[in-house]
């Protein structure tokens, strides 16, 4: 899923690529995407990007009229660049924003359909979209504690809540983590005012690093290579590979269609983490430690 450092990049892009063009037509290629009703989808026909924002994990585009619309790209949702009329893909394909020098293709890669368009009149409306979470690099450490610590929650949970903190998902939480020195874990209601402040340093320079990273790698260009994954991520999606910082193996707990990573031997003093599918599974043979998981798995 694309995330706060992905967002903004994609937001300066479209700064680039759209701001004050109009949308001379709308394509769509998947009705489902589609899910407000009034004011018509149609209505952005014809109508300015006056502005571009993010609510969380959404772009907000802001057109003549008191008009937003609001993209959410979920997991599988990507923006595209393409010469002007350029066809919609059939399988993929969600719509198609034609400007004068060009055409924005909303896609997604996905069969499950989570990627979403709303449109909507007035700043009152839009307000339905902000989660309400706090915005880390806007914010200072005091901000930052009362709303990690409003509530008892791992600090996974914590940093993935919309509610909480906006902007943050699975990747980049793993990232925060690791370079914390924190087990995904850990309860926000017995972590010190150390490790609070740590948490909080290694969520801004994250957030901050990789908007760096992916500014460079886009260029000039429109960003096209969005992905939850990139290789010199620390530990997310980085399963059994060498741990950068200590070259022990990094770990994983699956759950549902998601799965955390981390390093047992930075983040956990070495214990490993049960995996609710496998730990049922091994019950007492599950195991504790880094040691004993390297034994098993032969390393």
């Known amino acids: 899923m694309p995330e706060l450092p992905d967002i903004i990049v994609y937001n300066e892009a479209l700064e680039s690529y ?6 001379e037509k709308l394509r769509i290629g998947s009705p489902f995407v589609v899910r407000s009703a009034e004011p018509p989808i149609g209505e952005v026909e014809g109508k300015r990007v006056r502005g571009i924002e993010r609510l969380g994990k959404q772009i907000v585009l802001s057109l003549e009229t008191e008009l937003y619309l609001v993209l959410h790209l979920m997991i599988a949702g990507r923006l595209r660049w393409k010469k002007v009329g350029v066809a919609i893909p059939k399988k993929r394909g969600l719509a198609a924003f034609d400007f004068p020098d060009g055409s924005l293709l909303f896609t997604e890669a996905s069969t499950q359909q989570r990627a979403s368009m709303h449109l909507v009149r007035g700043s009152d409306a839009l ?47 793993d990232e925060i983590l690791h370079r914390a020195r924190l087990s995904p874990l850990a309860l926000t209601s017995k972590v010190t005012e150390e490790e609070i402040e740590r948490l909080f340093h290694a969520t801004r320079h994250t957030l901050t690093d990789w908007t760096e990273r992916l500014r460079q790698e886009a260029g000039d260009a429109f960003p096209d290579k969005v992905t939850a994954f990139h290789p010199e991520m620390a530990v997310h999606g980085r399963y059994r590979e060498p741990c950068p910082v200590c070259d022990a193996p990094v770990q994983r707990i699956r759950y549902a ?8 031997q930075c983040q956990t003093d070495g214990r490993v983490l049960a995996d609710r599918a496998m730990s049922r599974l091994l019950k007492s043979d599950w195991p504790r430690s880094l040691h004993e998981w390297e034994g098993r798995m032969g390393k």
């Open 257 to 264: 269609q998601n799965e955390v990573n981390y390093c047992a």
């Open 18 to 23: 759209v701001l004050d063009s109009p949308v």
């Open 127 to 173: 307000q339905q979209f902000d989660r309400g979470g706090l915005e880390v690099l806007e914010a200072d450490l005091d901000a930052f504690k009362a709303e990690i610590t409003r509530e008892s929650h791992t600090l996974k949970r914590a940093l993935t809540d919309p509610t909480i903190l906006s902007g943050i998902g699975n990747a980049y939480s």
